[in-house]
């Protein structure tokens, strides 16, 4: 995959003083003037990497450095404003708020997933048990019945990244989803993130935890205030990381 000189900026309608009254909208009609003038905020700016076959990837950075939007524009769900980024496979993003049904159980929301993520009926069949069991949904009685609703954030962070990780991705991008599970959970996540990269995918991780990024990455990116402040061997950079928030203090 390759990030070239990306830059993303979101535009914000409606906001500045009186946007959005009644007033203000009757007076726009009345005036016939275009809809409100737009802010902006400029999330990425700049951003160029090489991510190969087989690498993991952390990203980390203060709050509002740019990972998150980074991720969803690998995924190609946010426009660049200028640069480019060429993948080779199809990423999936694996979000904390990725879309499930809260009103559904777990049971269809497992089966809608996968069907989603393109597998057939049958392979649904097959794998639904598996994914189950990874998830630890049931551990303690029959959740998975219940409606998503129902479940505390971790076990519907569980729920998703055990159905994301039931396929094999050619990019697996990776919001924050680990840091929520329990040790056990980050422990059978971790494995099976290490499976997956050897079944030839990239991992892209975003996490606030250190050690998630440790344990899962050999190489991670350090992102503030949308630039790149340093990417390398993992251990390096987390280190220059922790001190850096450390002084900030
Ligand atoms: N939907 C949005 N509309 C407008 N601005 C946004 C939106 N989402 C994020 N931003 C802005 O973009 C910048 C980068 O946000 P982003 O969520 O990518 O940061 P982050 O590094 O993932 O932060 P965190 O660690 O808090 O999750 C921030 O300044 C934020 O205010």
Known sequence: ????????????????????????????????????????????????????????????????????????????LLPTASGAIYTDGQPSLLGVNAAMMNDLTGERNVVLGCLAM???????????QGIVDFSGINERGDFISLPMRTYSSGMGARLRFSIAA????????????LSTGDASFQRRSEARIKELREEAGTVFLVSHS???????????????????????????????????????K
């Open 1 to 76: 995959m390759v990030v070239d000189d990306v830059h993303i900026v979101y535009k914000i309608y409606g906001s500045g003083a009186g946007r959005g009254s009644a007033t203000s909208a009757l007076s726009r009609i009345v005036r016939r003037k275009a809809s409100p003038a737009l802010s902006e905020v400029h999330a990425v700016r700049g951003i160029s990497f090489t991510a190969y076959k087989g690498e993991a990837i952390g990203l980390i950075g203060s709050n509002g450095s740019g990972k998150s939007t980074t991720l969803a524009a690998v995924a190609g």
């Open 118 to 128: 393109g597998m057939s009926y049958a392979e649904v069949r097959e794998r639904y």
């Open 166 to 177: 039931a396929k094999t991705h050619d990019v697996l991008l990776i919001d924050e989803a």
């Open 210 to 248: 250190s050690k998630s990024i440790r344990d899962t990455c050999d190489r991670t990116i350090w992102l503030e205030h949308g630039v790149i402040r340093a990417d390398g061997p993992t251990d390096e950079i987390v280190e220059a990381y922790e001190s850096y928030m450390k002084d900030r």
